[in-house]
């Protein structure tokens, strides 16, 4: 099926062009990217006004003006072109981090997301982008080229409104990156997930490239990423602020990350406790992944693994495409990154309606 028209975005230029560039190419979507953001920063409400809350923002601010020049400058061209305050942007991006220091985690933020070299063209990077459902219509693919990057190109998946690679990526010399979020106590001054995963796609041609910048670089904590690049390589990232672990696949031939840490070494740094609702949803959905991944035939192909991402599971809280009508979340999107061709399978909205699109960067 054809992608909804205005979905597939080409921002060419500078960073700053290419943040403007958004609101310029949909005119129509600007009050729509307003009112998302101004839900949002009434979302988080009172935590915006905490003192541990400010200061971290402030120094996050710094850091991230000093560190990622280019991220930052395109949140100012995005800024510019919705006529929004850059600081307000910037507080949404780091909503989930706010709401952790807070002590409020942001279950509804919540994704699934694994990585395999086993698919039919070789390795490919899955994700469900679990989200608020008001988003749908903001999601967007946004092709980047930018002449400083000696003719790489990076296709990224996200919303309008916000920069780079959101929700995920893919460069043009097939290293895929995806993202899923945890609640953490352990957060402190670093690079914010969304901005890395689109430093890397900017720098990066392999995994081995990516996991070695990650261990170089101090994070601003929460969540993982899931790594694959066109010479078979994938790898599971899990990010706090002290501590970085590595996962690569075992005798299952997958690495998968939903919304808890798995690994010993971040073992106790969730902010939910393993009871909370959260924790179990995030749990029965690796389950759902590890049951159903063993009755797939290896070489996974591409229609079978967009079929797997579509199953609702045995319970909404085991489902991999989420409809959960008593909250605010659901499955509003998938995408399929496949390394060794270098082109995005996607679906801008739950997988189970089973509309998918075919881009190249």
Known sequence: MPAPTGQILDLRGSAYDRGRLQAQLRPDRIADVTVAVTRRLRELGPALALPKVVAWLDAQHAYTRDNDPDGYVEVQGIAEGFGIAADALFACYYGNVIADLAEQPALADACTAWATPLGVNGPVVVKNRDFRGKHIDLQCVFRHADPEWAGRRILCVGNLGAPGAFSGGLNTNGLAVADTQVGTVDHGEGWLRSFLMTRLLRECATVSEAVGLIFRTPHAGGGTLLLGDATGAVAAIELAHQAV???EPGDSGYVART????????????????DDIGARTSRARIATLDHALRSLPVPYPIEAIKTLMARHGDSASAALCRHEEGRDTRTIGS????????????SFESPCQGHWERILP
């Open 335 to 346: 995408a399929i990154y496949d390394c060794k061709s270098a082109a995005l399978h996607v």
């Open 259 to 274: 919304n808890h840490y798995v690994s010993e070494r971040l073992q106790g740094r969730d902010l939910a406790p393993p």
């Open 245 to 247: 672990a590595a996962d």
